[in-house]
């Protein structure tokens, strides 16, 4: 059967109507299963079609890859990019599912279910009826949840069982959040009623849709975790989810808050917390995963201090305890880092006339190294108390701005008593000064302090200059 250019084109102009996300699924449900018997060549002639515009917009369409996103879909509030060492209720690790797809793929009940659907899916897509394929992947979904619930019963009828459970899992974290993934498919048309008219983005949760989200839950007939996480996941300030308690409650005591039915708006927040804790420590000492770093610190931040200041913790003891462990987590993974920038910039910054001319010259891979620590120390600044750094930042802070200002007037004194390959040297010394400079105190201050290495080179040799023009400049 020939096929023309005139057909191709007709496809490639009905594809391009269709929004990314459903030419992104359709190219996904197409390459996924075989065509139904003789839509062989339209089917292949469609996904050409499709392997070129995901190349033309950048769009991910791999066959293979991973589980169906409409049959995932009602999973993605509760998706996690990094879960850490420990599960969380509620909290499903992306990657976990991955492989729990697999797992269920290989079940006969499954696989069966699913070449049925999948093949007829894709024909949805391609005839652009969304619908359909979502109520096809729904029907997915509920002989799913049959299969989830008898291996957790399985799972937890003896040890030996639950390791062979395991083993088929590849692991019993991926084993413990099966409870999550089939609780989230049984209770997903009463999780869209509490959520579906939800703005994807919440940047403020007023009392008013805290009263009614607690309206709505109040009908929920399943655990309250799961609409709050989902609620949860779509708050600009995720900590705000503490106000479904607090209005609840009518209080900010700790002690009556504690024995809430939605106390588990705390433990939510703890999760993440651990979670984002675990990400610092996972993320320390990696120079090209500073901003990173820092992003994952103000998270921390954000939610610390937005649950000291949500909630009387004076009123529990347990969860004025777990915070202050959690600070001394991510305390314990940054004060490595800040014990070691003394050294790094001593190693680079100095006066080698100064010291004597005897150190080797610094390598590019050892200046980088100091002007990470030194981004990092910059960065903890605002941060210092919820990460419990506080003392021992003051201290470094100190250290290294004094000497800085000292090895900087030095280099500015070797730049004026030097010449040929002295002066070099000298030159070689600001340059670097000039980087770790601007780093601590800022580009204005390092523009002022290069005007001054630029006038002491323009100077005749021994001829005094004036003090650098930088020491006006008020340091913070």
Known sequence: ????????????????????????????????????DGDAVVFDLIAGCLDDMMGDDGEDGRPGDGPPPLFARPLEPFFVEFEGSRTHR????????????????????????????????????????VAKAESLYARLR?????????????????????????????????????????????LEA??????????????????????????????????????LVAITSRLASPVQILRILTVFEGTDDGARLAGSRFSVCVDIVFALLDMTAERIARTTGRQAELDGLVEVIADFHRLASGLAATID????????????????????????????IPGAVRRVMRSHFRDGG???????????????????????????????VNELLATVVGQIENHIEVVSDAILEDLRNSIGAERRTAERDMEIALRLNTIVFGADYAALLRKSADNATQLPFGTADASPAGKSVTMS
């Open 142 to 186: 509920a002989e799913a949840v049959t299969i989830l619930e008898e291996a957790i019963r399985y799972a937890g009828a003896d040890p030996r069982k639950r390791m062979h459970m395991a083993m088929q899992l590849e692991g019993s974290r991926n084993l413990e959040v099966l409870p999550d993934i089939a609780a989230v498919f049984a």
């Open 313 to 340: 913790l004076d009123g529990c003891s347990a969860w004025r305890a777990h915070l202050s462990a959690l600070r001394r987590r991510a305390s314990q993974s940054l004060t490595a880092e800040l014990e070691r």
């Open 90 to 129: 509620g909290f499903i690790g992306r990657e976990a599912f991955r492989t729990i797809w697999l797992w269920l793929y290989r079940e006969i009940r499954m696989r069966d279910a699913i070449a049925g659907i999948e093949a007829s899916a894709a024909t949805a897509l391609i005839m652009g009826d």
């Open 190 to 227: 009463e999780l869209e009623a509490v959520t579906g008219d939800l703005p994807d983005r919440i940047e403020d949760l007023g009392a008013d849709r805290a009263a009614t989200l607690i309206g709505r839950i109040a009908q929920f007939d399943g655990d309250p975790l799961y609409p």
């Open 1 to 36: 059967m020939a096929i023309d250019m005139s057909a191709r084109d007709q496809i490639r102009t009905y594809l391009a109507t269709l929004p990314i996300n459903v030419r992104m699924q359709l190219h996904r449900e197409i390459r996924r299963r075989p065509a139904p």
């Open 358 to 388: 005897r150190d080797p010259e610094p390598g590019e891979e050892d200046i980088l190294e100091a002007e990470y620590v030194l981004g990092l120390m910059v960065a903890l600044k605002p941060y210092r108390e919820e990460v419990a």
